[in-house]
């Protein structure tokens, strides 16, 4: 199961030096004037697990493969980018495309570095953002809505349900409130999906802060949801030591955890995504499925025949697996379960499908 996460945010907040921070390596343009980039970098890597390399030390696996995490770095958008200023509808198209959003905020202040709006004040820049992509969902909706409703005058149900969800969907968007505060219904919910609107993508807030501010104080004073701070310069100056020496490196400066291995963790809660893992003397691989997941629809993950030809799974926890020594010895102490068709797969479970060939 791909993740595909947007960094979006105004020009010369840090997007791409946080992206390129992220990716360990210099991958896109990051200067000092707006719109340096224009089309979207995308970057993919994997995604660190340490329960992926205990399996694979166990199952002593000729190949380990971690899942991976998608990163595209999106141009900046401006105040009137859902009315084309600084070529903002083509930017907001690239953020159709993916699945979730971080939206970086500039959290630092340094003069050489110039702010679109001449001030630095992340309040005023997250309304700015915000505002765009629910104007740019209003423009979608009110168009939608507009054709429906006039079709719907002939009194078919479904049309009649299509408008009346659409006109629900305006009246929130016309007071500044995105999809993702909404409240919807199943079948609503499933009518929304063609819509691909922006505001209803999941949305996490990365301050980038400098050595002044690492606590991320305005973080703490803004009213916002899923939000965490990082250094995106210090992490890029990680990134470019030899893979040897940073760790060392992250030790000095009291650093446990990465920007990347941060954003990882909060993209996989945003989505709603847990990570099971199959392991054997070929190889231990982890495989991301959304959470409440039945065993045959993460069995269609490795191929999707298994999905028809699923008979049962032997299952067991990562740590249960590591601790007895791998499948064997853990049959012998009866740590591993059958489950059926209606077995919902959990994080950190060791599976092993049985498929009907």
């Known amino acids: 199961m791909s993740l595909s996460v947007g960094i979006v945010g105004l020009p010369n907040v840090g997007k791409s030096t946080t992206f390129n921070a992220l990716l360990k390596k210099k991958q896109a343009a990051a200067s000092n004037f707006a719109f340096c980039t224009i089309e979207p970098n995308v970057g993919v890597v994997s995604v660190p697990d340490e329960r992926l390399e205990k399996l694979s030390e166990i199952s002593k696996s000729k190949k380990t493969v971690p899942t991976t995490i998608e990163f595209v770095d999106i141009a900046g ?6 009315k084309g200023e600084g070529l903002g509808n083509k930017f907001l198209s690239h953020i159709r495309e993916v699945d979730a959003i971080i939206e970086v905020v500039r959290d630092f202040k340094n003069d050489d570095i110039m702010h679109v709006a001449g001030i630095v004040d992340p ?30 005058k002939g009194g078919d149900k479904n049309l009649i349900f299509e408008k009346n969800t659409l006109e629900k969907i305006k009246n929130n968007l016309e007071i500044e409130k995105p999809a993702r505060e909404m409240e919807f219904s199943e079948e609503e919910k499933i009518f929304i999906k063609q819509l ?59 650093i ?50 298994f999905i028809k ?11 249960d697996f590591v601790a007895c020594g791998g499948w064997a010895p853990a049959k012998e102490k009866g740590l591993v379960r059958t489950e059926g068709k209606t077995y919902e797969v959990k994080d950190g479970d060791t599976c092993y499908f049985l498929i009907n060939k």
């Not at 958008?77 to 859902?82: E, K, T």
């Not at 700015?128 to 104007?135: A, D, K, P, R, V």
């Not at 030809?309 to 740590?319: L, M, Q, S, T």
């Open 123 to 152: 309040k005023n820049d997250i309304e700015t953002i915000n505002l765009e992509l629910i104007m740019a969902d209003l423009e979608t909706v009110t168009k939608r809505w507009e054709k429906t409703a006039k079709d719907a």
């Open 309 to 319: 030809g699923f008979i049962r799974a032997e299952v067991i926890n990562w740590r």
């Open 196 to 254: 691909n609107l922006l505001t209803i993508k999941p949305l996490l807030y990365v301050f980038n802060v400098d050595e002044n501010n690492g606590g991320g104080q305005t973080l703490a004073r803004l009213p916002v949801k899923n939000s965490i701070s990082i250094n995106a310069q210090l992490e890029s100056e990680i990134a470019e030591l030899p893979e040897d020496e940073q760790a060392e490196y992250k030790k000095a400066m009291g």
């Open 256 to 305: 446990s955890e990465t920007g990347l291995d941060k954003l990882i963790t909060e993209s996989y809660k945003l989505l709603n995504l847990i990570t099971y893992f199959t392991s054997g003397d070929p190889e231990t691989r982890a495989w991301t499925v959304a959470r409440n997941t039945v065993a045959p629809e993460a069995a269609g993950v490795i191929h999707t025949d």
């Open 77 to 82: 958008l401006v105040a009137g980018a859902h």
